[in-house]
C-alpha cells in the first residue's frame, strides 16, 4: 500500500519539478512548484516526518509560495522567449546537470550502503512528532534554533530595506527614468571598473575608453 | 723631516687647493681663485724642495723610500696600499711638474683673467697637478693606475673646458676614449706583472723580477708591450696619437701644462720607472724605441705644413716625446729624463708665447693670417725666438745637449739602432725647419692689420668665434672671456715666461758632456745595476755628434729662412711642385680619416644596429612584448569567464561540483 | 519502500533543479529551482533520518526550510527592486558586473 503511494508522490515530485523547468509561463511554473512540494510533504509523511511535513505545507507551500505568487502578480508574468544567448553554454550545463544525476545514482547504488536496501531500522514510538522535534531543538540544538531565529530577523530587514520606497512615487520613478537612461549610455559595453583596470580588452568595441596602444619606444640619436 | 713626510705634503697642497676653491669660488672675489690655485702649487713646489733635500741628505744606497698612509685592500693574493715611493726619479718628476705648473698657473691667472669658469680653471688645473703627482710618486700599481685615470680624467675636463664649443667637447671624447684604450692596456700589463711576481709594489716587484722571468719570457713581453701601449696613449705615439692635435682645443695654459710638460710626459716616466723590467725583456725595449721613432719623424714631417700655431707645436711636442720615448726604451734613463726636463722649459715657454700671439690676433690661431708682429710684440718675439732656439738644438740651448745626449747613446748602441740614429738627426733638421717656419711666418714680413693696430697701442678686437669652424659663439660661461690678454700688458704673464725663458737657456749647463752631470749622479740611485746606465761613450761620436747637431740646427733655421723670409713665393711654389705630399701631410697622413672608417663608423653602425633592430624587435618586441602578451593572452582569457551572465556563473558552478564528486567518487571506489 | 528509492527521487529533483537554473532566464524562475534543489536536500536528509531512526536529519530539514524562507525573501526583495527601477527581468541583461 505504502508502495502506491510513495509512486504517487513521487510522480508528483517529479512532475512538479519538470513543470518547474519547463512551463514558460512563471505564473504556471509557480504553481507547478506548489504541486511538488504537496507531493513532497505526501513523502515526508511515507518516511513517518510528521511535523516536517505539516511545516512543509503549512510553511512552504503556505506562506513561502503565497509571497512568491504576490510577486508574479506584482510583476507580471511574461512568457520568456527560449535560448541562453551569450554564452554558449547550453549543451555543457545540460551534460554537466545530467552528469551530476548520474553520479549521485552511482553513489547510491555503488555505494553499499548496508541499510539502503533495508525498510530502515526500528523506530521508537514518537519518532517524528511534533513533541520529538520540539524537545530536539530546545535542548540538543538550541543553539541552532536561535541562530536561525536571527537569520529570519535579518532577513525580514534585508526585505524591507530592499523593497522600500525613497521619497514618493513620482521622485522614486523619475530616479527609475533617470537610472534607466543613465545604466545603458554611462557603462557601454567594454567598460565598468574591472574592465577599465585590465586595460579595455573586451569582447565589444568600447568607445575608446583609457585604450593605450603600445607605441615603439622612441629612438634618441647619438 | 723625512722625504717621504715632505712628499705626502707635496701631494696634500694641490689637493687642498682643489677643495678650497671648489667649496667656497662663490664667495671669492675677483681672481682669489687664481692666486689660492697658485699658491697651493707654490707650496707643493716648496716641498718637493724639501723633499730633495732630505733626500740628498742620505747616503745614495738609502735613497729609495717608501712611505704607506694605510692598507686599502688586502685579499685574494692582492694588496693594495696606499704607498708613495720617493727616490730621485721621482724627485725629479715631482720638482718638474710643481715647478712647470706653478708658472703656468702664474700665467693663467691673468691669461683666463676674464673667462667666466675662473674658479673652474683653477680647481680642473690643482686637480690635474695632485693626480699627476699622484702618478710619480706611487710606490705601487694600483697607485699608479689610480693617478693614470687621474690625469686622463682631468685632461678631458680641461680639454673640453669650453664646453659650449662642439669641437671642443668632441676632442676632449677623443683624448679620452684614446686615453681608455691606454688604461686598459697598463691594467692588463699589471696584470701580466703580478700574475708571476704576485706583488704590486714597485720595489718589491723589481726585486723579484729577476727570479721569476727569464730573459724575453713571454708573459713578461706581452706585459712591457702592454705597458708600452698605455703609455703610448698617454704620450701621443703613434699609433694612439690622434687625440694629441685635437686637444688643441682647450685653452693654450692647458695645452701647455698638460700636453706639453707635464700629462704627456707620463708614459717616458712610466718606462723609466719600469727599467728593471724594460731590461728583462729587450724585445719590448725594441718595440718602444721604433715606435718613439716612427712618432719622431712622422710628427715633424707633419708639422712642416700645419698652418694652426697651436697644432705646430703640438706635433712639435709628439715629436720630441718620440725622442723620449725612444731614448728611455733604449737604455738612456738619465738622457731622457734630461731632456723631459728641457722640453718641459722650452714647450711650455713656446705655447705660453702662442697664448700671447692668439689673444693679440684677437682669437686668431691660423698663421696664414699671421705677419709681422715683431714690432707690436717685442716680449713674446723674443720669448717665442728663446724657446724655438732650444727646440731647434741650437747651441748653447738646453735643447742642445738634452738631444744630444739621446741620440748619442741611439748611436753608441750599433747594429740596427743606427737607422734610430739617422732619422733622429734628420727630425732634428726637420725640427728647426718647422719651428723657425713658425717665427718668421708670424712674426716677418708686413705687419697684418692688427699687428699695426697694436703699434698704435690698440689691442685688436673681434666677434668671438671657433677658430677651427669659424662659426660665432658668445662670451658666457662655457665660451671664452671676452678679453683677450697679451704678455706685453700683463706682468703675471711676463714673469711666468721670463722664468721659463732662463730655464731654456741655462738648464743645458747642468749636463755639459765632459764638464758635469748633475742629471745622471742626480738619477744614480734609482737606475743602480740597470745595465745601460754605467756605460761611456766613446769620444769620438760624442764630438761627430755634437758638431752634426750644431749643423743641422744652423741649416735649418737658415732654410727656413730663405723660404719664408728671403724670397716670399718659394713655399708656394715648393707646394705646387710637391702637391701630393702635401696633400698627404697637412691631412696628417690620413690617421683619422683611416680610425674613422675602420673603427668608428663599424662601431657606430653595430650600435645604430644594436639600438634600432635588435634592441626594438628582439628585445621588446619578442622577449619583453612576447612574454607581457602571453600574460596578457592569459589574463584575457581568465578575464573572459567573468562576462556577467549569472547563468554562466552558476553553469560553472555546476560543472565544478560535479567535477569534484566525481572525484571523490573515484578516489573512494 | 526501501530507502535507496527515495534517494533516487531526490537525486532526480536536484538535477532537475540545476538544469533550470541554467536554462530559465526569468530571475524568478531561477528562485524557483533554487527550492526545487533545497527541497531535494530535505527529502534526501528526511530518508536518511528514517535510515537511522535518528531524528536530527529531521530538525535539519526544518533548519533548511527556515533557510530557504529567508533566502525567498531577500531574493524576491531583489527582483521587486530591479522592477521598481524599470530595469529587465532578465538574468542575460544584467550583466554589469562583469571583468
Known amino acids: 500500500m505504502s508502495a502506491v503511494f510513495f509512486f504517487i508522490g513521487g510522480l508528483g515530485a517529479i512532475a512538479g519539478a519538470i513543470g518547474v523547468v519547463a512551463l514558460r509561463n512563471p505564473f504556471y511554473t509557480v504553481l507547478a512548484l506548489v504541486a511538488h512540494l504537496l507531493s513532497l510533504a505526501a513523502l515526508f509523511l511515507l518516511l513517518e516526518a510528521q511535523f516536517v511535513a505539516a511545516a512543509q505545507v503549512i510553511v512552504y507551500a503556505g506562506a513561502v509560495m503565497v509571497l512568491y505568487v504576490f510577486v508574479v502578480a506584482y510583476i507580471g508574468g511574461q512568457d520568456e522567449p527560449l535560448g541562453m544567448p551569450g554564452t554558449g553554454l547550453k549543451g555543457a550545463a545540460m551534460l554537466a546537470a545530467g552528469a551530476l544525476f548520474v553520479e549521485l545514482c552511482i553513489a547510491m547504488l555503488g555505494s553499499g550502503l548496508k541499510a539502503i536496501d533495508s525498510r530502515g531500522a526500528a523506530l521508537p514510538a514518537d519518532f517524528g512528532t511534533p513533541q520529538q522535534i520540539g524537545q530536539l531543538l530546545l535542548t540538543k540544538f538550541l543553539f541552532v534554533f536561535e541562530v536561525a531565529s536571527i537569520l529570519l530577523l535579518v532577513a525580514a530587514v534585508g526585505a524591507v530595506i530592499l523593497a522600500r520606497r525613497r521619497r514618493g512615487l513620482e521622485a522614486d520613478e523619475e530616479e527609475a527614468d533617470a537610472a534607466r537612461r543613465m545604466i545603458p549610455s554611462v557603462a557601454p559595453p567594454g567598460t565598468g571598473s574591472m574592465a577599465e583596470g585590465a586595460g579595455g580588452v573586451s569582447l565589444s568595441p568600447s568607445p575608446g575608453e583609457r585604450e593605450k596602444p603600445k607605441e615603439p619606444t622612441p629612438t634618441g640619436g647619438w | ?669 | ?99
Open chain 2, 1 to 669: 723631516m723625512s722625504p717621504t713626510t715632505w712628499g705626502w705634503l707635496v701631494l696634500v697642497f694641490p689637493l687642498l687647493g682643489l677643495i678650497v676653491i671648489s667649496l667656497s669660488w662663490r664667495r671669492l672675489p675677483g681672481r682669489t681663485a687664481g692666486y689660492i690655485g697658485t699658491s697651493a702649487i707654490w707650496l707643493a713646489f716648496a716641498s718637493a724642495v724639501g723633499a730633495l733635500v732630505s733626500l740628498q741628505g742620505r747616503v745614495p744606497a738609502d735613497r729609495q723610500v717608501t712611505s704607506t698612509a694605510f692598507n686599502y685592500a688586502n685579499s685574494v693574493g692582492v694588496d693594495i696600499k696606499l704607498t708613495i715611493l720617493i727616490d730621485p726619479l721621482a724627485i725629479w718628476m715631482m720638482l718638474i711638474v710643481t715647478g712647470v705648473s706653478g708658472l703656468i698657473h702664474l700665467y693663467s691667472i691673468s691669461y683666463l683673467g676674464s673667462d667666466r669658469g675662473y674658479a673652474r680653471f683653477f680647481a680642473y688645473l690643482n686637480y690635474f697637478v695632485f693626480s699627476m703627482l699622484l702618478l710619480v710618486e706611487a710606490g705601487n700599481f694600483a697607485i699608479l693606475i689610480v693617478g693614470w685615470a687621474g690625469v686622463g680624467a682631468a685632461s678631458y675636463l680641461l680639454i673640453s673646458f669650453w664646453y659650449r664649443r662642439g669641437t671642443a667637447t668632441e676632442a676632449g671624447i677623443k683624448a679620452f676614449v684614446i686615453n681608455v684604450i691606454g688604461d686598459v692596456g697598463l691594467v692588463l700589463g699589471t696584470y701580466f706583472i703580478f700574475k708571476h711576481t704576485g706583488t704590486l709594489d714597485f720595489l718589491k716587484t723589481f726585486d723579484k723580477a729577476p727570479d721569476v722571468f727569464s730573459s724575453n719570457e713571454g708573459d713578461l713581453v706581452a706585459g712591457c708591450v702592454l705597458l708600452l701601449v698605455g703609455a703610448f696613449a698617454k704620450s701621443a705615439q703613434i699609433p694612439l696619437h690622434t687625440w694629441l692635435p685635437d686637444a688643441m682645443e682647450g685653452p693654450t695654459p692647458v695645452s701647455a701644462l698638460i700636453h706639453a710638460a707635464t700629462m704627456v710626459t707620463a708614459g717616458v716616466y712610466l718606462i723609466a720607472r719600469m727599467w728593471p723590467l724594460f731590461e728583462l725583456a729587450p724585445s719590448a725595449e725594441d718595440v718602444g724605441a721604433i715606435f718613439g721613432c716612427a712618432t719622431l719623424i712622422m710628427a715633424a714631417t707633419i708639422a712642416l705644413t700645419q698652418t694652426d700655431v697651436k697644432r705646430v707645436i703640438a706635433y712639435s711636442t709628439m715629436s720630441q716625446i718620440g725622442y723620449m720615448i725612444m731614448g728611455v726604451s733604449v737604455g738612456a734613463y738619465s738622457a731622457g729624463m734630461f731632456h723631459l726636463f728641457t722640453h718641459a722649459f722650452f714647450k711650455a715657454l713656446l705655447f705660453m708665447a702662442a697664448g700671447s700671439l692668439i689673444s693679440a690676433m684677437a682669437g686668431e690661431q691660423s698663421l696664414d693670417r699671421m705677419s709681422g708682429w715683431r714690432r707690436a710684440l717685442p716680449f713674446t718675439f723674443l720669448s717665442f725666438m728663446t724657446g724655438g732656439l732650444a727646440l731647434s738644438a741650437v747651441p748653447p740651448f738646453s735643447g742642445f745637449f738634452s738631444k744630444d745626449e739621446i741620440l748619442l747613446f741611439v748611436g753608441n748602441l750599433g747594429g740596427w739602432h743606427w737607422a734610430l740614429y739617422v732619422i733622429g738627426y734628420i727630425g732634428a733638421l726637420l725640427t728647426a725647419i718647422y719651428t723657425f717656419r713658425m717665427i718668421f711666418r708670424a712674426f716677418f714680413g708686413q705687419p697684418c692689420e692688427e699687428a699695426k693696430e697694436l703699434e698704435q697701442g690698440h689691442l685688436a678686437h673681434a666677434e668671438p668665434f671657433n677658430p677651427q669652424t669659424g662659426e660665432k659663439e658668445d662670451t658666457d660661461v662655457g665660451f671664452p672671456g671676452p678679453e683677450h690678454h697679451i704678455a706685453e700688458r700683463e706682468r703675471p704673464m711676463r714673469v711666468a715666461m721670463y722664468a721659463l725663458a732662463v730655464g731654456c737657456v741655462v738648464d743645458g749647463l747642468i749636463q755639459i758632456p765632459h764638464v758635469d752631470n748633475v742629471v745622471s749622479n742626480f738619477l744614480q740611485p734609482s737606475f743602480e745595476a740597470s745595465r745601460y746606465f754605467g756605460e761611456t761613450e766613446p769620444d769620438g761620436l760624442l764630438i761627430f755628434g755634437l758638431a752634426l747637431s750644431s749643423v743641422l740646427s744652423i741649416v735649418g733655421i737658415a732654410v727656413a729662412y730663405r723660404i719664408w723670409v728671403q724670397r716670399p713665393g718659394t713655399a708656394a711654389r715648393i707646394r705646387e711642385r710637391f702637391a701630393l705630399p702635401y696633400r698627404v701631410l697637412v691631412n696628417k697622413y690620413y690617421w683619422d680619416e683611416a680610425y674613422d672608417a675602420v673603427i668608428v663608423r663599424p662601431l657606430a653602425a653595430a650600435g645604430q644596429f644594436a639600438q634600432q633592430t635588435f634592441e626594438r624587435v628582439v628585445v621588446d618586441g619578442l622577449l619583453v612584448g612576447g612574454t607581457t602578451s602571453v600574460v596578457r593572452a592569459g589574463s584575457a582569457t581568465v578575464r573572459g569567464l567573468q562576462n556577467g551572465f549569472l547563468r554562466y556563473y552558476a553553469a560553472l558552478l555546476l560543472v565544478g561540483v560535479a567535477g569534484v564528486s566525481l572525484y571523490f567518487l573515484l578516489s573512494s571506489s
Open chain 3, 1 to 99: 519502500m526501501n530507502v535507496g528509492w527515495y534517494l533516487a527521487v531526490s537525486a532526480l529533483i536536484f538535477s532537475a533543479g540545476a538544469a533550470g537554473v541554467l536554462v530559465r532566464r526569468n530571475p524568478l524562475v531561477i528562485l524557483l529551482c533554487l527550492e526545487l534543489m533545497l527541497n531535494a536536500g530535505n527529502l534526501a536528509l528526511v530518508a536518511f533520518s528514517r535510515m537511522h531512526g535518528n531524528a536530527d536529519g529531521q530538525v535539519f530539514a526544518l533548519i533548511v526550510m527556515v533557510v530557504a524562507a529567508c533566502e525567498v525573501t531577500i531574493g524576491l526583495g531583489l527582483i521587486v527592486a530591479l522592477y521598481r527601477r524599470r530595469l529587465p527581468i532578465d538574468v542575460d541583461e544584467l550583466r554589469e558586473l562583469r571583468g
